[in-house]
């Protein structure tokens, strides 16, 4: 079933096979991890194995015929079973949240109703408590799915009533193999794009294909080339930084680049993750790691107040971020031999 290609994530399937096999379904779950790693897939994996009228057990997980009729419903969309709603500009209204209550209000004729609720934690206050009550009580053979890579954004008396399962990073081999199967990538454009992927498919996607290297570099002195003294050059650069519409994910790739290097100077050429790229970042200055720490925090904390829902001003922020980040001097280097 190419539409629910699941790779990666043995330990979160046989999880859910095992509750789906003994009858102890939860009635919420929250799916959390980066974006792009199969999360909303699994949603609807489940949705099929609960409805399937022939699943069979393969390797300690179990998987929907894809033939019966509910399988047929749920793949091409017709089936009442299956209900997901989403952010629309950025957050989760209450118009979505009361017609989602509506509709639990009728009982399903046969099977079990799965609700996929996407960026679950773009849910503002008011739809938040709106929710809270049909989280409590879904009804009758209902099993609700928070998706969220931001779960700490969640209201705790969300996180409370869901079983929580979190989804890691895909390796990078798994990435490259999903870009060969589902996006027919061949196997030496799989390859580059999953360096610069940290684990996530949809990054893998958005980034360049070719002189992947060049702009890891580039994105990176966006950020760390500049003198703490050159004011123009700060403002310049959180800027342009601040109308790039892939902001967010080079702000993940540059925490990405100072994690490798933390972890590079805690045990050298023995920890560095699979999906590191083959550029090196280093200061000239070496850095004492309780430093090196508050810079992953400073992108870490840029990256979550640009965002819904502080959506702080981007520029301003940036300006912070690159003036902190601007202390060492950095050497950003290709590795050839990568």
Same mark, same amino acid.
């Given at each position: 079933?190419?539409?629910?290609?699941?790779?990666?994530?043995?330990?979160?399937?046989?999880?859910?096979?095992?509750?789906?096999?003994?009858?102890?379904?939860?009635?919420?779950?929250?799916?959390?991890?980066?974006?792009?790693?199969?999360?909303?897939?699994?949603?609807?994996?489940?949705?099929?194995?609960?409805?399937?009228?022939?699943?069979?057990?393969?390797?300690?997980?179990?998987?929907?015929?894809?033939?019966?009729?509910?399988?047929?419903?749920?793949?091409?969309?017709?089936?009442?079973?299956?209900?997901?709603?989403?952010?629309?500009?950025?957050?989760?209204?209450?118009?979505?949240?009361?017609?989602?209550?509506?509709?639990?209000?009728?009982?399903?004729?046969?099977?079990?109703?799965?609700?996929?609720?996407?960026?679950?934690?773009?849910?503002?206050?008011?739809?938040?408590?709106?929710?809270?009550?049909?989280?409590?009580?879904?009804?009758?053979?209902?099993?609700?799915?928070?998706?969220?890579?931001? @779960?700490?954004? +969640? !209201? =705790?008396?969300?996180? /409370?009533?869901?079983?929580?399962?979190?989804?890691? &990073? *895909?390796?990078?081999?798994?990435?490259?193999?999903?870009?060969?199967?589902?996006?027919?990538?061949?196997?030496?454009?799989?390859?580059?794009?999953?360096?610069?992927?940290?684990?996530?498919?949809?990054?893998?996607?958005?980034?360049?294909?070719?002189?992947?290297?060049?702009?890891?570099?580039?994105?990176?002195?966006?950020?760390?080339?500049?003198?703490?003294?050159?004011?123009?050059?700060?403002?310049?650069?959180?800027?342009?930084?601040?109308?790039?519409?892939?902001?967010?994910?080079?702000?993940?790739?540059?925490?990405?680049?100072?994690?490798?290097?933390?972890?590079?100077?805690?045990? @050298?050429?023995? +920890? !560095? =993750?699979?999906?590191? /790229?083959?550029?090196?970042?280093?200061?000239?200055? &070496? *850095?004492?790691?309780?430093?090196?720490?508050?810079?992953?925090?400073?992108?870490?904390?840029?990256?979550?107040?640009?965002?819904?829902?502080?959506?702080?001003?981007?520029?301003?922020?940036?300006?912070?971020?690159?003036?902190?980040?601007?202390?060492?001097?950095?050497?950003?280097?290709?590795?050839?031999?990568?």
């Amino acid at each position: 079933m190419p539409e629910v290609l699941i790779l990666g994530h043995k330990s979160e399937l046989s999880l859910l096979s095992r509750a789906v096999t003994s009858g102890r379904v939860a009635h919420a779950y929250l799916f959390s991890g980066i974006g792009g790693i199969g999360k909303a897939l699994t949603a609807k994996w489940l949705a099929l194995v609960l409805n399937c009228e022939d699943r069979q057990s393969t390797g300690g997980s179990i998987e929907a015929c894809g033939r019966c009729k509910p399988c047929t419903a749920l793949l091409d969309g017709s089936s009442l079973n299956l209900i997901e709603i989403g952010p629309e500009k950025g957050y989760l209204k209450i118009e979505p949240i009361r017609e989602l209550q509506r509709k639990l209000r009728f009982t399903v004729d046969s099977g079990w109703r799965v609700v996929v609720v996407i960026d679950a934690d773009t849910m503002q206050k008011e739809p938040a408590n709106a929710f809270l009550k049909t989280l409590e009580e879904p009804g009758r053979n209902t099993v609700i799915i928070l998706v969220s890579s931001k @779960p700490s954004l +969640l !209201l =705790p008396t969300i996180l /409370s009533r869901c079983q929580r399962i979190n989804f890691s &990073p *895909l390796r990078a081999a798994t990435v490259e193999e999903i870009l060969e199967r589902s996006f027919h990538f061949s196997s030496g454009e799989a390859k580059s794009a999953a360096a610069l992927s940290l684990g996530s498919v949809t990054r893998a996607l958005r980034a360049t294909v070719g002189d992947e290297c060049i702009d890891t570099c580039a994105v990176l002195s966006a950020f760390l080339g500049h003198a703490p003294t050159d004011a123009p050059s700060i403002l310049k650069a959180a800027e342009k930084l601040a109308k790039d519409e892939d902001l967010v994910w080079k702000l993940e790739l540059l925490k990405s680049s100072v994690r490798d290097m933390i972890v590079e100077g805690v045990a @050298p050429g023995e +920890l !560095l =993750p699979e999906c590191a /790229s083959s550029v090196t970042l280093t200061s000239v200055t &070496p *850095l004492a790691l309780p430093v090196a720490l508050e810079f992953f925090k400073a992108v870490e904390g840029a990256q979550r107040d640009i965002q819904p829902p502080r959506n702080a001003n981007k520029r301003l922020a940036l300006e912070n971020l690159i003036l902190e980040l601007s202390a060492p001097g950095w050497n950003i280097r290709q590795d050839n031999t990568a």
